[in-house]
């Protein structure tokens, strides 16, 4: 999840219930990422191991947007960067330059994203117990989160404001795509959160495809926010995957 600290130099998150979408609402939404990207639907597997699919190799993926931006640039570099102490329970996901969010796996299997930090605002977000993706999900599971919210200043450390988060993931089914760094079975993830922070409140809707052994290979996002009815934001974006590190083999 982009937190809002990089959008209103706060991070928050919470999330109302989504609607369930219809096979042709999913494909229209599809739809931003132009003909040829639904090769077609494929048996959705049970995720038993969350972490093979929302994990990487170490190195740098490579996005290239397909509706724009927020700063304008065609393509986005993450880079992910295994712990050196735990490297197969713990990772950081490096977005550009500026966002930073820690994952960890448990004993159990699940995967928990933990923190964010947007370097460019100067701000660091704890979520407790963290935004949870169970082991054994079959599709059309759906499962909710509530997670308290802790915000900091980087360079002094103390406290700058608390928050809520509520959260609802979908496994709405898999699929066959097509993306500039090649065909992929993916499985599609529908995150839907409702945030607030101090006089913060904020929706980010998100739908994720996840190839097993690969990673994120490309998501649809959109941010509303407001604050004490003074200032409103919307931004959608949508980025595909254009390359990544080789030894992360699709097949």
């Known amino acids: 999840m982009r937190t809002v600290l990089s959008i209103l130099c706060l991070a928050s998150a919470a999330l109302s219930h989504a609607d369930a979408l219809s096979k042709d609402e999913l494909v229209q939404r599809m739809s931003v990422f132009g003909e040829g990207f639904l090769v077609r639907s494929i048996d959705a597997p049970v995720i038993d191991q969350p972490a093979r699919w929302i994990g990487r190799k170490s190195g740098d993926y490579v996005y290239r947007f397909t509706t724009g931006s927020d700063d304008g640039s065609p393509v986005q570099t993450e880079r992910h960067i295994p712990n050196s102490d735990d490297p197969s329970r713990a990772w950081e996901r490096h977005i550009g330059e500026r966002l930073v969010e820690t994952f960890v796996s448990t004993d159990a299997e699940d995967v928990l994203i933990v923190e964010e930090v947007d370097h460019q605002h100067g701000f660091r977000m ?21 997670a308290a919210l802790n915000v900091y200043e980087i360079d002094s450390g103390e406290f700058f404001k608390d928050g809520t988060l509520k959260s609802t993931i979908t496994y709405e089914g898999a699929f066959r795509i097509r993306t500039p760094a090649g065909e992929f079975d993916a499985i599609l993830m529908r995150e839907d959160f409702l945030m607030h922070i101090g006089p913060l409140q904020a929706e980010d809707d998100r739908f994720l495809f996840f190839a097993k052994d690969v990673g994120l290979v490309a998501e649809i996002e959109a941010i509303r926010a407001s604050a004490l009815l003074l200032l409103h934001i919307k931004e959608d974006s949508a980025k595909v995957l254009q390359s990544y590190p080789r030894q992360a083999d699709p097949r």
């Open 126 to 146: 704890e979520i407790k117990p963290g935004i949870h993706w169970p082991p054994n999900v079959a599709a059309g599971d759906e499962w909710q989160i509530d």
